[in-house]
């Protein structure tokens, strides 16, 4: 197929990622790293192929793979029926829940969904993936802000600048560890049923997606994926 043909010719995967969800994917002054980042890696030098990263954003991610500006979207992004419409996405991972990312100080006060729901609650969204829709649709009472940046949200929080950050299972308990004066909530009892992970595909040729779900399968068979697990998501 001519996706397939043109990145064989080129030697070169277009890798599409918001790079702003730990630990998934985070653009640091060294490049991007996290788990997705290893498993695209690992994926890439099995097909002889040089990454080039493009960077995007929530709202634009989809825009941005129909636009042909990448050929694979990675970066902690959730499998939904309105993507899988629209797109091809490889295997589910990381299975998560939405949960609340809030100061430990105040962990105490919510205990339920509608502790959350209340207009004495501030929460900070970041725009244009499914944490603002579940914001949106669950949280109508609460003061809601949006931040652009999504990398700032849980400082801000532990600053008293917001309340709640709803966030992924992965993302809560990597800030609650990382910051003391942060705690993930609702960990054992997800506020969404249980979620999964996948990277995002162009699906306008049949080849190029045989072939990425041959070496996604590959790093499975082989504990890439297990490896990358074990080093970001514990
Ligand atoms: O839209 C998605 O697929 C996501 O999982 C991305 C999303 C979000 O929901 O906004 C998830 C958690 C991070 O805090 C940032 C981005």
């Given at each position: 197929?001519?996706?397939?043909d043109r990145i064989?010719?080129?030697?070169?995967?277009?890798?599409?990622?918001?790079?702003d969800?730990?630990?998934f994917?985070?653009?640091?002054?060294?490049g991007?790293?996290?788990?997705?980042?290893?498993?695209?890696?690992?994926?890439a030098?099995?097909?002889?192929?040089t990454?080039e990263?493009?960077?995007?954003?929530?709202?634009?991610?989809?825009?941005?793979?129909?636009?042909?500006?990448?050929?694979?979207?990675?970066?902690g992004?959730?499998?939904?029926?309105?993507?899988?419409?629209?797109?091809?996405?490889?295997?589910?991972?990381?299975?998560?829940?939405?949960?609340?990312?809030?100061?430990t100080?105040?962990?105490?006060?919510?205990?339920?969904?509608?502790?959350?729901?209340?207009?004495?609650?501030?929460?900070?969204?970041?725009?244009?993936?499914?944490?603002?829709?579940?914001?949106?649709?669950?949280l109508k009472?609460?003061q809601?802000?949006?931040?652009?940046?999504?990398?700032?949200?849980?400082?801000?929080?532990?600053?008293?600048?917001g309340?709640?950050?709803?966030?992924?299972?992965?993302?809560?308990?990597?800030?609650?560890?990382?910051?003391p004066?942060?705690?993930?909530?609702?960990?054992?009892?997800p506020?969404?049923?249980?979620?999964y992970?996948?990277?995002?595909?162009?699906?306008?040729?049949?080849?190029?997606?045989?072939?990425m779900?041959?070496?996604?399968?590959?790093?499975?068979?082989?504990?890439?994926?297990?490896?990358?697990?074990?080093?970001w998501?514990?």
């Amino acid at each position: 197929g001519p996706r397939l043909d043109r990145i064989q010719e080129s030697k070169t995967l277009r890798v599409g990622t918001p790079g702003d969800y730990r630990p998934f994917a985070m653009k640091t002054d060294q490049g991007y790293e996290g788990h997705d980042i290893d498993v695209i890696e690992a994926m890439a030098t099995e097909l002889g192929l040089t990454i080039e990263y493009v960077p995007t954003t929530w709202p634009n991610l989809m825009p941005d793979l129909q636009a042909d500006k990448f050929d694979i979207a990675v970066g902690g992004i959730t499998r939904t029926p309105a993507r899988i419409a629209k797109m091809a996405m490889l295997p589910g991972y990381a299975p998560f829940g939405k949960v609340a990312l809030a100061r430990t100080a105040d962990k105490k006060k919510y205990q339920s969904i509608d502790d959350l729901n209340q207009a004495s609650v501030h929460v900070i969204k970041n725009p244009g993936g499914t944490n603002e829709l579940f914001v949106l649709e669950h949280l109508k009472n609460a003061q809601v802000s949006t931040h652009e940046k999504n990398a700032e949200i849980p400082a801000l929080i532990a600053e008293g600048k917001g309340d709640i950050m709803i966030t992924e299972t992965y993302e809560a308990l990597h800030y609650s560890h990382a910051d003391p004066r942060l705690s993930a909530l609702f960990i054992d009892q997800p506020l969404t049923p249980i979620n999964y992970l996948g990277f995002m595909l162009a699906a306008d040729d049949n080849d190029y997606l045989r072939m990425m779900q041959f070496v996604w399968d590959l790093m499975d068979e082989r504990d890439v994926l297990d490896q990358a697990e074990e080093k970001w998501l514990n």
